[in-house]
């Protein structure tokens, strides 16, 4: 049987979490004084990126079941990409070595529902204005979030084609169900 790769282990890893979670409703990643003081040290070794939503009610390292430098955590409300979430990205996968970013959407996302609902004032329009465009006029609250989710998802991968040292790095998409606890997996 052939060895997994980087990415195949870190999804693995991100699903197991996911299931020890659903299955004991709490998380057992590492965040002792020994594993602060190793990381401080030593420097973080994260196997995934997560670009998420800044919800307060999704929390990655929960969610996946891991601790003090597991994953590289990037938040904004409606996990929308701007330069900013690339430039975090690219660190993550070029400088953390990181060989997958998951792009995790979630259900109930009021910055969705804001773009759905034509919300664009004030600052948060940066980020209704690029959801509107990834949603289309989708009027399933679900489907609108899969496909933001998906859109960015793509923008990244684009963003990346012309970096020789990231060709190998891999972006997916999920979603996570706040009510249930199950990432769905947009593969």
């Known amino acids: 049987m052939a060895e997994l790769t980087p990415m195949e ?25 020994a594993m602060r003081l190793r990381t401080a040290k030593e420097g973080q070794k994260p196997f995934a990126t997560i670009l998420t939503c800044s919800d307060s009610r999704v929390i990655p390292e929960v969610i996946f079941g891991c601790g ?12 929308v990409v701007d330069p900013h979430q690339l430039g975090s990205i690219e660190y993550a996968a070029s400088h953390l070595g990181t060989p997958v970013t ?8 009021g910055a969705v529902a804001a773009a759905m609902e034509g919300h664009a004032d004030g600052y948060i329009g940066s980020i209704t204005q690029e959801i509107q465009q990834a949603i289309g006029d989708t009027t ?13 998802a793509k923008k990244i991968q684009e963003a990346f084609v012309a970096h020789h040292e990231l060709k190998e790095h891999v972006v997916v998409g999920a979603v996570y169900d706040i009510a249930s606890g199950r ?5």
């Open 102 to 109: 998951v792009v995790l959407g979630h259900t109930h996302c």
């Open 68 to 79: 003090i430098g597991d994953i590289f955590t990037i938040r904004v409300a409606g996990n």
């Open 183 to 187: 990432v769905d997996w947009l593969l």
């Open 140 to 152: 399933d609250a679900y489907e609108a979030c899969a496909r933001n989710v998906r859109y960015n």
């Open 9 to 33: 282990k870190s999804l693995a890893r991100l699903r197991e979490g996911n299931e020890m979670y659903l299955a004991y409703g709490r998380s057992d990643g590492n965040v002792t004084a």
